[in-house]
């Protein structure tokens, strides 16, 4: 079974330029979240969506980040423009919604850098 | 808020050796998973092992378990028979699935490195 898939694994832009992320999940989950880790900390939740609704966003800053899920199945991050306190690496997780608890299953990420 | 605290930045230990990394957690909730997550190079954040806050029962998964303690609020894990690809950072992680919330709290963690 294929895990999580993000592309792409690097990117390295300059500040102001846009940049998106692509992850597809698990086949046949339902829940998506994405995730930034600044260097030595751990992730921390931008947005989580079930099917193609955006449940918990509370966390995005929506002035320059924008996502998508729009058939519920793969999702996009954006950030419009960027700025060099966006260097990090963006995780993207899925699970399946069975019970209270819900393994959520990461992907390798996009480490971005912003110069 | 939930807030998870991994004291330890660093550690090292020889192959084939126990170590433990701990891990507290702050929480008023009184459901809620604990988690340890291993993260190796290559990023891909890996689960470890889990615990029901409802389970007195440590959980314990090969070489690895933990010690909970549910009135202290710690969470730690012990490697035994360490290896070489143990090697990576260690995550402590938390959630509570109460009021429709599923966002886990990571702490910052531990990197362990085993050495030969």
Sequence with gaps: EAGVVQSPRYKII????????WCNPISGHNTLYWYRQNLG?????????????AVDDSQLPKDRFSAERLKGVDSTLKIQPAELGDSAVYLCASSLRVSSYNEQFFGPGTRLTVL | AQTVTQSQPEMSVQEAETVTLSCTYDTSENNYYLFWYKQPPSRQM??????EAYKQQNATENRFSVNFQKAAKSFSLKISDSQLGDTAMYFCAFISPQGGSEKLVFGKGTKLTVNP
Excluded: D
């Design chain 2, 46 to 51: 890996i689960l470890v092992i889990r615990q």
């Design chain 1, 14 to 21: 300059e500040k102001k330029q846009p940049v998106a992320f």
């Design chain 1, 41 to 53: 900390q751990g992730p921390e939740l931008l947005i989580r969506y079930e099917n193609e609704e």
